[in-house]
Every structure is written in C-alpha cells, then in structure tokens.
C-alpha cells in the first residue's frame, strides 16, 4: 500500500462527495423559490440512499465477478470479504470512492423531474435506478464486463455517470410530465448566484472525480487535473461566446458552458493532453448549447438540462476519447493516429449506454408511477414542493 495515493484517493473522495451538494446548489438556483429546499434535498436524499444501496448491493453488482459480461455478482453482498489493499490503496477506499460516484449520478438526474417529484417516489425510484441502471453499466466499463473486454475507455465516467444520468433524465421527464404552466407563463431561476456557487464547488470537487480516477498520485492525476481546469475553461468560453451571439452574454449560460466542458473531459481526461482538452471543452460549450435549444423548441420539460449538459456532453466526450486518445498520454491512441478501432469501441459504448439507460429508465419510472405516483397532486405542485413536500420554507 501507497500512504502518497492512499492520502490522495482519500481527499479526492471527499471532493467528489461535496459535488452532491454542489448539484443540488445549480439545481436549486434553477427552480422557483417555492422548490429551492426541494431541489437541495433530492441531492442529499440521493446520497444517503446510495451510501446505503452502494454498501449492501452496489458495489458488488459493479466490481465482483463477472455474470455474462452483464453484472457482477454477490460474492460482495454487504461488502463481505472485501478488505486488504486494492492495488497501492486500502480496497474499502475504493468502494468509498466509487459510492460517490453513483451518489453524484442520482443527483444528477433529479433534474427531470424538477418541481414536481414526490419526494417518497424520488427515493423508490433512486433505489431501483442505481441498482438496475448504474450498477450494471459500472460493471460494463469499470467491472471486467463486456464493455470493457471490448476495449472501449472511459476514464472517469463519461458513459457510467453523464450519458445514463442524462439520458434517464430525458426518460423520467417523459413519463412525469411538464410542470404547471409550462410554456404558459415564464418559469425563471430564482437565484443565479446560487447556482455559480454550486458551479464552483462542482468545477473544484471535479479534480477528485477526475484526477482521483488515477488512483494515483502521480503524472496521470496531474494530467487529469490540467486537462479537465482547461475543458471547464474552454466550454465556458464556448457557451458564453454563443449565447452572446444569440442574445446577451449569460452569466447561467457561461456556468452551463463549464459543467458541459467538465462532462466532455470526463472520460478522455487521462488519455488526451491540454490542447486536445481545448477542442474537447469548446466543442462541448457548443454542442451543449445547441441541444439545450434543440430541447426547447421540442418542448420537452427536462427542467433543468441534466440530457442537454451531461447527455450529449457525454456522448460527446465519449466520442472524443476514440478520436484524440494519444498514446503517449495514456497508453492508448484514436482516430486522429489511426486508430479505427478504438473508435468502433466508443461508439458501441455509448449507443449501448443510451438505448440501456433509456429504455430500462422508462420501465421504471412507469412502473413506480403506476405503484405510487411519481408526481405531487396539481394543487401541491402549485404551492411548491417546499411546502407541501418539507413542511419548510428556503427564505422565511
């Protein structure tokens, strides 16, 4: 065991762990001051739920032996038997590190149904979700399954955290449906500020996620770390710059710009150096920016554009790991040095992750709508969830 990589995979745990709450501050700058408490809380709701899923079922289903190339197994049920070092670094750490990541995802896709969740029916959902979606797909990519034994890459999270996340927004707002007076009346954030400081911890917490996924403190964390600092960088810009063109230039729009540009880099961030992190960062700003307008003239209520930022930055950033992988970076090179194959990998990976994502998140949020309703009654709605769900007030 290494005491460098084992100090350095502890705080990087504890900075992926505060982008949960760092969702929940973007989000909530996002909604109406009637739902800013319940925005918040279906972050942290996420996380005590996954710590508890990820402890006594999740990480088995992701890391223990492979079943088909589709999951693991339950050699692992309620962590048994895992103890000892896992590489340079205490094997219970890696699980730590990894739950958060699954808590981050669940949080993520709380943006579909923004303002008109029931908070009992987010928790039923959450729970079957990680088991049934981000499990298995963590086990495709990072568990020995099938994925994986086609080669595809995806460093940090690219196809497990921000396509599924995304995507099963999308899903989850289809079946929950828009918000009272969608399209009606204007539906504005309440408090920008709020959500650039929830940018702010998400952009720094990122480091963890990305350049912790070394799991090493070594050349390949900081690498990690350079190149996500310069595609949070680019992405912004890019954001900015388009809709300063289209209109005024957006300080929402700007922050926006930044989280799709940490998406993109998210899965190439130890394969690609700082100048390839550039084109990722900025065509991701771009590309982002195009499917949030795509989403509004389709008149899709994904509140909060959980599938216009970490969808398509997603399979973006997934893409772009086949094309500028270098191998001198990271030991494997893409498209741009000839490398067709690799890009084949990527593009099976992110299909598969979408049509799996998608589909299996439509059966469920059917299904726990059916059992328990997924939405608030119309007149809760009205209220605000903070009220009628929390009994609370976010300013009294």
Known sequence: MDSGDTAWLLVSTAMVMLMVPGVGLF??????????VSMLSLSFVALAVVSLQWVLLGYTLSFSSDVLGFVGDLSWLGLRGVSGDSGSIPSLLFVAFQLTFAAVTLAILSSGVAERVKLSSFMVFGLLWTTLVYDPLAHWVWGGGWLAKLGALDFAGGTVVHISSGFSALALAFVVGKRLGYEEHSITPHNIPMTMLGTALLWFGWFGFNAGSALSAGESAANALLVTNTAAASGAIAWLIASWLHDKPSALGMVSGAIAGLVAITPAAGYVDS?????IGGLAGALCYGAMLFRVRMRWDESLDA??????????????????????????????YGNTDQFVAQVIATASAILYAFAVTLVLAKAVDMAMGLRVAQEEEYVGLDISQHGERAYA
């Open 27 to 36: 989000y909530a700058g996002m909604v109406r001051r009637k739902n800013a």
């Open 275 to 279: 100048i390839s992190a550039m084109a």
């Open 307 to 336: 599938w216009a930022v970490h969808g398509i930055g997603g399979v973006w950033g997934a893409l772009a790991t086949g094309i500028f992988a270098m191998e001198s970076v990271g030991g494997y090179s893409g498209l741009l």
